[in-house]
């Protein structure tokens, strides 16, 4: 064959070559629901670490009773005929001064001295997971969700 009858298209200008980059990624291989649940929980945390404290004090963050420093967001997720709340409890220190450990804190901050924490619970009447294989389910979508989402 001819070299000089074989057409090759090459990009003229960067115009080109920025059009063939992908903007977004649909993952179609979600297949279960547990995935589903766990891309859910993936995408609440992502926008959460994007807005980062400052800008969701500004946005939906709610102060905690009694505490300047303490706040919390909360997001609601359904995972087949559940429906859970995720509550996020950062800490935002005013004017660089640390906060004292006293009785305002979250009681799971005042256990295990931790400043920030994800909580995931049934948005039923009593809050409670109510058996071991669902707790287990939850606290593995969140593990992978966190280890998805690089927290």
């Known amino acids: 064959m001819d070299s000089s009858t074989s057409t090759k298209v090459e990009p003229d200008t960067d115009d080109d070559v ?11 291989t979600i ?3 547990w995935e589903r649940f766990i891309s ?3 995408a609440i945390c992502r926008l959460w670490m994007a807005d980062g404290p400052k800008n969701l004090m500004e946005k939906d963050a709610i102060p905690l009773e009694n505490s300047e420093t303490s706040y919390k967001v909360k997001s ?9 709340c995720m509550e996020y409890y950062f ?14 804190f979250h009681d799971l901050q005042l256990c295990f001295g931790v400043k920030e924490f994800l909580l995931i619970a049934p948005q039923s009447a009593s809050g409670v997971v109510l058996d071991a294989p669902e707790a287990s389910k939850l606290l593995s979508a969140v593990a992978i969700a966190l280890s998805n989402s690089s927290r």
Not at 76 to 84: F, I, M, P, R, T
Not at 91 to 104: M, R, T
């Open 40 to 42: 859910k929980i993936e």
């Open 91 to 104: 800490e935002n220190k005013s004017g660089g001064k640390p906060a004292d450990w006293i009785s305002n």
């Open 76 to 84: 609601e997720l359904q995972y087949e005929v559940k429906s859970y």
């Open 18 to 28: 920025s059009e063939e980059v992908f903007e977004h990624f649909d993952d179609f």
């Open 31 to 33: 297949a279960s629901s």
